[in-house]
């Protein structure tokens, strides 16, 4: 078994969510926030049978955007007064999605034998 840990853009998430649940993967979804850009982004959790990986990862592909973002707090320099000014906001690409897949063993299942 392999646990895919997917951070998407929240705009991706309804569809994304529909899609797996459609094609029978199991997902939990946590609220989770980007270290760099402070903004609010969504983790899911799938718990997926090895063949059903690329499946997953497929969807996932198919289904979670590219799209720039400006910089939600731009960054300031203190002029030879003392004085802020303001820089003008950096613009990054973020997504499609950051996925990691990594090995896992359900012991769900054991807890009920
Ligand atoms: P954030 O950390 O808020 O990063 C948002 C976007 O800012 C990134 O998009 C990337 O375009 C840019 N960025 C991040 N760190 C940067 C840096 N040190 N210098 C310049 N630009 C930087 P994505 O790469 O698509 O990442 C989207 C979100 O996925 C990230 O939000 C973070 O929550 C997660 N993520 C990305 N890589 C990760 C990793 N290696 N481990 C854990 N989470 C990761």
Known sequence: M???LAVIQEADVKNLLSKLIEKKYKATKLASTGGF???RNTTLMLGV???RV????RIIKENC???RVLDPIPPYSIGSHGEYINMDPVEYVVGGAT?????AFDYST???K
């Open 65 to 67: 955007k590219k799209r």
């Open 54 to 57: 690329d499946g997953a990862l």
């Open 2 to 4: 392999k646990l895919i």
């Open 37 to 39: 850009l402070k903004a």
């Open 110 to 112: 054991e807890i009920d």
């Open 49 to 51: 049978e090895e063949n």
């Open 99 to 103: 996925v990691f897949v990594l090995d």
